[in-house]
């Protein structure tokens, strides 16, 4: 649906929205559900990337065990390393602020103009569309994703000789406070193409289309809700981009 009023949005939410996930995206036009590491500007091979990460961390305090392969790969997401791993929130507040956190950017700003989008994501219906026989969303350590993971570090040496193929929906363990403070949740990509392409899309992908010109107002209400950047970032970046955007530059 595309987003008219207020009330739309509650009737919507109150009609899709039950145990769904959802993703804010801030330009509908530009991005697709695609992992970071199968977009075009970043395709990559994740066996190369995961793998040099974790031998190059393995020395920082607090990092997780060799063997624990899903750590690894959320450390790896949340600090900004490609991977086939998709960001959803349990909370619809944290995806509306993502949509439209750049509604108060410098006039004429594409992020600022372009309409955003948030979508709704039913991971049930997702894994019981990708993994037949399967009733319910995966913990990062059952075997299918697990057993994912170890073959995306690991490559050919994984001991997995028959991975899950398609997508997998999951909940990781919170593994520092942003993830628990976006209320993180994971899709895990073995397709390379975007999710809503699939062809059972419609049975488990719906989308709210929110026009540019009512970004602004949104924002004021979700922040005025309690969500801004310093408490889904609740660490001294978050605060410094919390600061950005609410004191103007001087003109």
């Not at 009737?11 to 559900?33: M, N, P, Q």
């Not at 439209?100 to 309409?115: R, T």
């Not at 170890?150 to 040496?157: N, P, Y």
């Not at 922040?223 to 605060?239: H, I, N, Q, R, Y």
Request: glycine share 6%.
């Amino acid at each position: 649906m595309t987003l008219k009023s207020l009330d739309d949005l509650l009737v919507f939410l109150e009609t899709h929205g039950a145990h769904a996930w959802y993703r804010g995206h801030s330009d509908d036009k530009k991005y697709t559900l695609t992992p970071g590491i199968l977009r075009p500007d970043q395709k990559r091979h994740d066996h190369e990337l995961l793998h040099n990460f974790m031998t190059r961390s393995s020395a920082f305090l607090g990092t997780p065990r060799s063997d624990d392969y899903s750590a690894w790969v959320s450390l790896a997401q949340h600090h900004g390393l490609p991977t086939r791993a998709l960001d959803w929130s349990e909370s619809f507040l944290t995806a509306l602020f993502f949509a439209v956190h750049h509604a108060d950017a410098p006039f004429g700003a594409q992020n600022a103009i372009a309409d955003a989008s948030v979508w709704l994501l039913d991971p049930v219906r997702l894994n019981s569309a990708f993994t037949p026989g399967t009733n319910g969303v995966f913990c990062e350590t059952e075997l299918p994703v697990s057993e994912a993971h170890e073959k995306a570090i690991l490559g050919s040496h994984a001991r997995v000789t028959s991975p899950p193929r398609g997508v997998l929906a999951y909940r990781p363990r919170y593994q520092n406070p942003r993830m628990a403070a976006q209320k993180a949740a994971f899709t895990w990509h073995m397709d390379e193409s975007a999710l809503e392409a699939h062809r059972s899309a419609h049975e488990f992908l719906c989308k709210v289309v929110i026009p540019g010109t009512m970004k602004a107002a949104l924002l004021k209400h979700v922040t005025a809700m309690g969500v801004s950047e310093s408490t889904l970032f609740p660490d001294l970046e978050g605060v410094a981009r919390e600061l950005k955007r609410r004191i103007p530059q001087v003109r």
